[in-house]
């Protein structure tokens, strides 16, 4: 390796690292399905939960406490469904210690801020591209402007909404790792690139999934404004009929993995 200007740009290509994701790090019963669900919405698995429609298979841990891994049986194939946490680094590390223990078909689920303003409140986003702008995917990856997800799980995705008879978008995202620091001129630069949308862990849970060579995709639904006008928060979190049927094709998405 050699030393640069900004040491984000100092990626190791090494595959190994002092700490890995090794499953003991999982505390509960193997096997884990292969095929999981990450999802953002709390309130969608509390009320899963409430139906007894998820089971708890175990844990990951961190100084915030146990994570549970649910094991979601209703509907045919057996799924993990997982809450990542929030931002991209907890997500990465959660996403890479569920990989380790055979979790290695995802589709993730969660909101966004919105860009442009064409975009409602509730519509839904297939995600095919995120801009870096955040630091952990440099970790992953080699330095580059974008990273994609897998092709795969974007097919997968967009059949389940196309039979769901469901509008949808593709679009490409902003991945940051600070929400107070979206200014205007950074919204104007990426949306100039092509970007509709903004959130904290695409970019990273993707470069995660390139590293690991695992199938992974995202979809995403319209919640807040992110304009220069102000900010308009749409009561995106309100929003439970679409983050419930986010979260069911999701479902239904992941077991076509």
């Given at each position: 390796?050699?030393?640069?200007?900004?040491p984000?740009?100092?990626?190791d290509?090494?595959?190994?690292?002092?700490?890995?994701?090794?499953?003991?790090?999982?505390?509960?019963?193997?096997?884990?399905?292969?095929?999981?669900v990450?999802?953002?919405?709390?309130?969608?698995?509390?009320?899963?939960?409430?139906?007894?429609?998820?089971?708890?298979?175990g844990?990951?841990?961190?100084?915030?406490?146990?994570?549970?891994?649910f094991?979601?049986?209703?509907?045919?194939?057996?799924?993990?469904?997982?809450?990542?946490?929030?931002?991209?680094?907890?997500?990465?590390?959660?996403?890479?210690?569920?990989?380790?223990?055979?979790?290695?078909?995802?589709?993730?689920?969660?909101?966004?801020?919105?860009?442009?303003?064409?975009?409602?409140?509730?519509?839904?986003?297939?995600?095919t591209?995120?801009?870096?702008?955040?630091g952990?995917?440099?970790?992953?990856?080699?330095?580059?402007?974008e990273?994609?997800?897998?092709?795969?799980?974007?097919?997968?995705?967009?059949?389940?909404?196309?039979?769901?008879?469901?509008?949808y978008?593709?679009?490409?995202?902003?991945?940051?790792?600070?929400?107070?620091?979206?200014?205007?001129?950074?919204?104007?630069?990426?949306?100039?690139?092509?970007?509709?949308?903004?959130?904290?862990?695409?970019?990273?849970?993707?470069?995660?999934?390139?590293?690991?060579?695992?199938?992974?995709?995202?979809?995403?639904?319209?919640?807040?404004?992110?304009?220069?006008?102000?900010?308009?928060?749409?009561?995106?979190?309100?929003?439970?009929?679409?983050?419930?049927?986010?979260?069911?094709?999701?479902v239904?998405?992941?077991?076509?993995?």
């Amino acid at each position: 390796m050699k030393e640069s200007s900004s040491p984000i740009l100092e990626f190791d290509p090494d595959r190994s690292a002092i700490l890995t994701p090794d499953p003991f790090r999982f505390n509960g019963q193997p096997p884990v399905p292969a095929s999981a669900v990450l999802c953002f919405f709390q309130d969608v698995l509390d009320s899963r939960i409430d139906k007894k429609e998820l089971d708890v298979q175990g844990y990951l841990r961190s100084e915030i406490g146990k994570h549970p891994v649910f094991r979601y049986e209703t509907g045919g194939k057996p799924l993990t469904v997982f809450h990542p946490g929030v931002g991209a680094p907890l997500a990465a590390a959660f996403l890479d210690e569920l990989i380790a223990v055979g979790v290695t078909r995802y589709i993730v689920c969660g909101g966004c801020g919105v860009l442009d303003r064409k975009i409602d409140a509730g519509h839904p986003i297939i995600l095919t591209s995120a801009v870096r702008d955040e630091g952990t995917s440099y970790h992953y990856l080699a330095p580059s402007r974008e990273v994609k997800p897998h092709p795969n799980a974007v097919a997968a995705l967009e059949k389940v909404f196309r039979e769901a008879g469901m509008g949808y978008s593709l679009g490409k995202t902003w991945t940051t790792d600070a929400i107070y620091r979206e200014t205007p001129g950074k919204r104007q630069l990426r949306m100039a690139e092509g970007c509709e949308v903004v959130e904290m862990e695409a970019a990273a849970l993707f470069a995660v999934a390139k590293f690991r060579q695992i199938t992974l995709g995202q979809v995403v639904y319209g919640g807040d404004l992110v304009t220069p006008e102000g900010w308009d928060g749409r009561e995106w979190a309100s929003r439970t009929d679409a983050r419930q049927t986010l979260f069911d094709l999701s479902v239904q998405a992941a077991r076509l993995l």
